[in-house]
């Protein structure tokens, strides 16, 4: 006769539990960032009611790679997220390694671009737009 359980949830369910109750905390946009996304909204006649999706996804030279993109809905298992008035959907396979991260925009003599400060990354590619974890 086996006996029930009365450890708690597992290690995995716990780890997401966390991550999607934390997720404030864990990604954040700075204001330059934040602005851009505004702009480009506004240039594209993008409407408020949109999300940024932010999400990782296999791929690029380091093994995994970053993703923006606008999206009309949050999906069924995204956690939503707003940071200074934009509206963050973030799935639980892209939440798990962006967490920690920090979305920047940089308009310098490198390029132009929105920029992953992920501590999660083991190592990137010289572009900046693929990483290892």
Do not use: W
């Amino acid at each position: 006769m086996t006996m029930p359980s009365l450890e708690g949830p597992s290690l995995e369910e716990t780890t997401v539990e966390q991550a999607f109750t934390n997720i404030e905390s864990e990604i954040s946009l700075t204001e330059k960032a934040a602005s851009e996304v505004r702009k480009i909204m506004e240039q594209n006649k993008i409407p408020e009611t949109y999300g940024l999706r932010v999400g990782v996804k296999g791929g690029g030279c380091s093994g995994l790679s970053y993703s923006l993109g606008f999206d009309s809905e949050k999906r069924e298992n995204d956690k939503l997220v707003t940071i200074d008035g934009i509206r963050l959907f973030v799935d639980p396979k892209s939440l798990f390694y962006l967490s920690g991260t920090e979305l920047d925009f940089t308009d310098g003599l490198t390029g132009r671009g929105f920029v992953f400060n992920n501590p999660n990354a083991t190592k990137t590619c010289g572009c900046g737009s693929s990483f290892g974890a």
